[in-house]
């Protein structure tokens, strides 16, 4: 697993802040040996950092958490969370209001029926990407789930400060989703925002499912039917982010009948049983 940097959302700023060389070695060590939780200290503060709901806990409340791969696809949807202060984002506002009361929780978060509302707000359907790319844009933390900040905050970065212009927005990055970067990019976003709530994979039907709306349009020649086929009937358990992201690559290295693959390149072992799977079948 390559190194990561970790950084921490200031809860009253908003402004994303990397985490000083004790404390980032403290996590990623942590991060690494698949713990859930560890508590750190930093100056005279105690805190907890939860790694599933990528979270850290004081005193004062939470703060987001973030980790970039030192080798990772840069983030092409970066947010500059002090641009257009100046914007008047009461519709947008009213439209967090309404799908917030809608999601029947003491919490101040958009999730469940209230993203339904969200939907029809935007006139966008619940089953193609158009919500997982809204989610993606705004950088959302939690699977499912919609903050005020997030929304309000990121928006206003767009330039977006009313429904019309969001809708036209969505429009907009549907059609960049044709540049294999920002497409990338999405596709590592969704494993966490579809992923149950609390789990580190993603369950087997809820992953197949993902694939064939996201990437039935991108595998070229890749016989992604036979590897949602091979992950359903063979492989059978839940998919790490580790073998959800090396798909992509996968997908787009492959020879239409695997002829290519070689163990040497240290692909997931996932990868290894598909191919000695389908490769009798590929060739008859």
Known sequence: MPRGRWFIQDPRSCKWVQADDTVN??????????????????????YRVDFVKRRMYGSSGGSRLIRR???????????????????????????????????????DLIQGEGLM????????????????????????????????????????????????????AITQWKNELSNDRSFKYFYWFAFDWTREENSRVMQNE??????????????????????CEFVSSQYKKAISKDA???????????????????????WPVLMDEFVEWAQPKLRS
């Open 25 to 46: 070695n403290l996590m990623e060590s942590a991060f690494k040996l698949q713990k859930s939780t560890i508590d750190i200290t930093i100056g005279i503060n105690e």
């Open 69 to 107: 791969d030192e080798v990772q696809a840069s983030n092409p949807y970066e947010l500059d969370e002090y641009a257009n202060p100046k914007l008047n984002m009461k519709e947008i506002e009213n439209l967090y209001n309404k799908c917030k009361a809608a999601s029947d929780t003491e919490e």
């Open 117 to 168: 509302t969200l939907c029809s707000e935007l006139s966008i359907s619940i089953d193609d990407v158009s919500l997982l790319l809204l989610a993606c844009r705004i950088q959302a933390a939690e699977p499912f789930k919609i903050g005020r900040t997030e929304m309000i905050v990121a928006l206003r970065s767009l330039g977006i400060d009313s429904v019309k212009k969001l809708k036209s």
């Open 206 to 227: 809820a992953a197949i499912e993902s694939w064939k709306t996201l990437l039935s349009t991108r595998c070229g020649k890749f016989p992604l039917d036979l590897w």
């Open 244 to 266: 959800w992201k090396s798909l992509w690559d996968f997908m787009q290295t492959s020879a239409p009948d695997l002829s290519n693959y070689s163990e040497d390149e240290g």
